[in-house]
C-alpha cells in the first residue's frame, strides 16, 4: 500500500528566506506527484504537477523535483513571503484513469514578517 | 478555465434533515472524485466517478449518496447525518488520460451537523 510522508509537520522561517519541503512515498511505480496548496478552511489549488518521467517543475518561485528511485520529492520556495503561510500537500498517483491521489499529511508553514 | 465550482460554501443542517452539495465544472474532465476532509487532516476519498459511473465507493456509510447526473456535474446527496459527518467536503476533477490527469479541487463546502 502506497504511504506518503512529509517532513516537517510544522515550519516557521522569517520572511524572506528560501526553504526546502520534503515529500516521501513507499511505492516508486508511480504515475504522477503533485503539489497543493491549502489556505485554512479553503479547497485545494494545485501548483506543480511532476510527470514520473520529469525530473523537476517550476512556476514562478516555486520548484518541485522528483527521483522517483528513491522515493522523494522537494518542493522549493524562493525569497518566502507572509502570503505563502498555508499548508501545502503533496499526492501521489499510481495510474493513469481515475486511480485516486494518495496524499501526505501536509506542512503547515508559517512565514513571519 | 481551470475551476471546479461547489455550492453552497457553508451548509448547517440538523440530523433530520436531507440536503444536496452540488459540483461543476467545465474542462471537459470525465473524472470526479468526492473527499471529506477533518481539521489538520489530509483529505480522505470517498466516491470516483469515470464517465458518470460510479467506479469506486470507500466503503461510505448509505447515508451519504452520490450522483453524477452528466458530465459536467456531481451532487452529494446527505441523508440523517452524524454530529461526526462535520467536516470539509471537496470536490475534484481530472482527465482520465493524456494532461498528465492532473487534479483541480474546488473550494469546498463546510458542513456542519447539529
Known sequence: KQEVTQIPAALSVPEGENLVLNCSFTDSAIYNLQWFRQDPGKGLTSLLLIQSSQREQTSGRLNASLDKSSGRSTLYIAASQPGDSATYLCAVKLNSGNTPLVFGKGTRLSVIA | DTEVTQTPKHLVMGMTNKKSLKCEQHMGHRAMYWYKQKAKK??????????????????????????????????????????????????????LRDRGSEAFFGQGTRLTVV
Open chain 2, 42 to 95: 489530509p483529505p480522505e476519498l470517498m466516491f470516483v466517478y469515470s464517465y458518470e459511473k460510479l467506479s469506486i465507493n470507500e466503503s461510505v456509510p448509505s447515508r451519504f449518496s452520490p450522483e453524477c447526473p452528466n458530465s459536467s456535474l456531481l451532487n452529494l446527496h446527505l441523508h440523517a447525518l452524524q454530529p461526526e459527518d462535520s467536516a470539509l467536503y471537496l470536490c475534484a476533477s481530472s482527465q
